[in-house]
């Protein structure tokens, strides 16, 4: 373990050995341990979960690993945004205390053979469209959960689903941490700020903040009282029109479990559960988001 900046704190490891002797001198004094997993490429969403992770915990290790199991073959592994140095440099600038960069060695050694399976959860929205994704984000989880263990891990409730698909993982297999999700952050014109916003174009830039506003426009109407239906194929037109090429999915689902709302108009039940959800393409960048249906 090595401290990368003469001028701070933060610690750096590449190795379970390293993490875990740094974790277990920091239990032994009663600390308690938070854990921010992430594939770098860091903004002031990941920033905010690290602050809300200190809110719960004494000491925090985030971790940055671009996990190759969670992209399918056509997916964007290879040009995925990467900057260690920058990402060190930020959070130790918030004063987190272990930066757990593994090689990839450390979580997928030689004949690495096992996978997690999440299953209802993880199906349909982005489970749909991107059938690999978790399973890798679920077996990723898992090793990172076991390496550090951590007393509370912290992730953004911009990837809602897989909240919920590590929240299962961790009921279903006694896994002893608290998972916290942190709500989203956004830019001013609402676009949830992701790592993937860098690829967008300046004039995709400017398109971008109207998912957000699309999906605020529908989530009002509902809480009023529109169907679903009507107001997600309104929705989809909007989008369209924005300048949005593809929508792979305009959703109304339960927060709990993602069973599917609608189509007639939700009721009071609903309404205290109901989120819509979204994924859409924008020339050749993915983007989601999602959000509780109230005014
Ligand atoms: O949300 C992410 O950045 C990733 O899916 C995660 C949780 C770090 C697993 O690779």
Redesign the pocket.
Known sequence: MTNINSDSTIGLTRSVQGLRARVSSWRDAGQKVALI???GALHEGHLSLVRAAKEFADRTVTSI?V?PR?FAPHEDLETYPRNEQQDIDLLSEIGCDLAYVPTPDQIYPEGYQTAITVEHVAQGLCGGSRPVFFGG?AT??CKLLNQCQPDIAV??EK?FQ?LLVIKRMVRDLDMQVEIVGAPIKREDDGLAMSSRNRYLSEAERKIAGRLNQIMREASKSMAKGDAVDDTLKKAKADLLEAGFNNIDYLEVRHSEDLKPLGPEPLSDVDLLYARLFAASMLGKTRLIDNMKIDQ
């Open positions: 997993p992430t594939m690993f996990n969670q984000i990723v989880v992730f953004g990837d897989q």
